[in-house]
């Protein structure tokens, strides 16, 4: 018998959008050229190893620094070094190894020590090839190992959490991750994960729509003491940290922090078939399976991708051109807007979204049925035809207006903040305390208040702006959950999220 379904206060399900990739990947031709950044997921940056001119290979550890917590990164591909330089990549700038491509082999030396009967291994071997293989950089957190890939040991953590819930708009097929023999290699990853984490109790929190997988899963670990699985219900934003703690651990979350602060890690799906590659395959974490989701592409499917590649390689010949696109990276709510598209992915992407550019009004638009409109007010006729795809755009459909109080930001927000009231001390210039006792360092920025504002009031964006002016003030969280938590490697995740 299947446990309730848990939940969270507030959040919002995002139904039936049209565009959601296929349960279908496709493996995207090696390119000719990649850009390897080297910061990838959790952990710091590093320098290069390699210089202008060398021959690399696939596999190959191009960085590699074991005194600061990080994990290595691989060339993708086998080619020669054109060039390494900084450029300004999302937001920052990055170090850059540029790779051209000399043989398209899909062969990947495999790293030494590996072995697909892993219980033979010590725990050393195995953390070495979690950390080799730059798996251990996944998720917020990283994957603990004797080495600093993470901000705490593997030791220290109390609770690993899988989850694959699918809350946002757009979300990987869960059927796809785990169809075949990838449902008992990810099992397999799961107690290879155990065996170096061994006074953690393992929570695997699945989408509450997915009985089958949620049914296969139960039978295949009823015997495992150590483990439990959730169903979730896949409502908005509970993938996210902030959320899965109170939701699977009924604590409280140490907002500012991060989850290792308290013992507790958490990985998604493809970290741990990730971990079972590295460990049973010797497999370096230089591939990532992307969803490519939106109305604005032709073929919505996932792919199978080498880091490093540009994602123009990716988006050729993929984008619907009758209209202009937008094209998002990773989440449809929060993600990056796309505007240089020679940009390359890294180990961290799982989505690309493609969505009309839609700028001018529609006349009287709030009149009109609006069989294809996603509304948090269901106002519109979407809400009584559950068969029918939403279709999104840009469009804001109309200007912003003054807050009417209506608490639907309130009503949503995971946190328990009131997002207008917050709103509306920040835009008086009331930067004081009373935005710290409101709780405005609890925002995880999941962007559902300005969503379904219907004054148009962009609530998330606002707070930010508060959060960075308390800041300059000298004021930030500390004050607020130091206090109430025993937190660990503070200096450390101080020191990876101030770079």
């Not at 050229?33 to 190959?60: C, H, N, R």
Request: proline letters at 6%; aromatic letters at 8%.
């Amino acid at each position: 018998m299947l446990k309730p379904a848990r939940t969270f206060r507030g959040g919002y399900k995002f139904k039936n959008f049209n565009g959601q990739a296929r349960p279908v990947i496709v493996e995207n031709q090696i390119p000719a050229i990649v850009i390897i950044p080297l910061k990838q997921g959790f952990g710091t940056e590093l320098k290069s190893l390699v210089k202008k001119g060398d021959a690399v290979f696939a596999g190959q550890t191009i960085a590699r620094d074991d005194s600061v917590v990080s994990s290595p990164i691989h060339s993708s591909v086998n080619g020669v070094v054109e060039e390494v330089k900084r450029i300004n990549y999302f937001k920052r700038q990055t170090t850059m190894v540029i790779i051209r491509t000399t043989n398209a082999s899909g062969e990947i030396p495999r790293l030494e020590g590996c072995s697909p009967d892993w219980a033979r291994l010590s725990n050393e071997k195995i953390e070495e090839l979690i950390y080799l293989s730059g798996v251990s950089s996944l998720d917020r957190e990283g994957i603990p190992t004797r080495f600093k890939s993470s901000i705490i040991p593997p030791e220290e953590v109390k609770h690993l959490i899988v989850h694959g819930v699918g809350s946002e708009p757009y979300n990987i097929s869960l059927e796809l991750l785990l169809k075949d023999k990838n449902l008992l290699n990810f099992l397999e990853g799961v107690k290879i994960l155990k065996r170096i984490m061994p006074n953690s109790k393992v929570h695997l929190s699945l989408n509450a729509q997915k009985r089958n997988i949620i049914e296969q899963v139960t039978k295949l670990t009823s015997q495992l003491e150590w483990l439990d699985t959730y169903p979730l219900e896949p409502k908005y934003p509970q993938g996210y940290d902030e959320i899965l703690v109170p939701t699977i651990l009924n604590q409280n979350f140490p907002y500012g922090y991060s989850a290792a602060n308290i013992g507790v890690v958490i990985l998604n799906i493809q970290a741990v078939l990730g971990v079972y590659e590295a460990v049973c395959e010797g497999k370096p974490f230089i591939e990532r399976i992307i969803a490519i989701c939106g109305p604005s592409i032709k073929d919505n499917i996932h792919i199978k991708v080498r880091v490093g590649t540009s994602l123009k390689d990716i988006l050729a010949g993929r984008v619907k051109t009758e209209t202009p696109v937008r094209v998002v990276l990773n989440s449809l709510l929060t993600g990056f807007q796309l505007n240089d598209i020679s940009l390359p992915v890294d180990r961290t992407f799982s989505h690309i979204v493609a969505i009309p550019e839609k700028r001018e009004r529609e006349f009287l638009s709030f009149m009109r049925p609006g069989k294809t409109r996603d509304s948090y007010t269901r106002a519109f006729l979407a809400e009584i035809l559950p068969w029918v795809k939403r279709a999104p755009d840009t469009n804001e459909h109309g200007e912003e207006r003054p807050c009417i109080s209506c608490g639907f930001c309130e009503e949503v927000c995971p946190v328990k903040i009131i997002p207008h009231l917050l709103a509306k001390h920040v835009q008086r210039s009331l930067i004081d305390e009373t935005l710290m006792n409101y709780g405005i360092f609890n925002c995880i920025e999941c962007g559902l208040c300005s969503y379904v504002c219907p004054s148009k009031i962009s609530l998330m964006k606002i707070i930010k702006d508060g959060q960075d002016k308390l800041t300059m003030q000298g004021c930030d969280s500390t004050q607020c959950i130091l206090p109430y938590f025993n937190l660990k490697g503070i200096e450390e995740y101080r020191g990876v999220t101030k770079l």
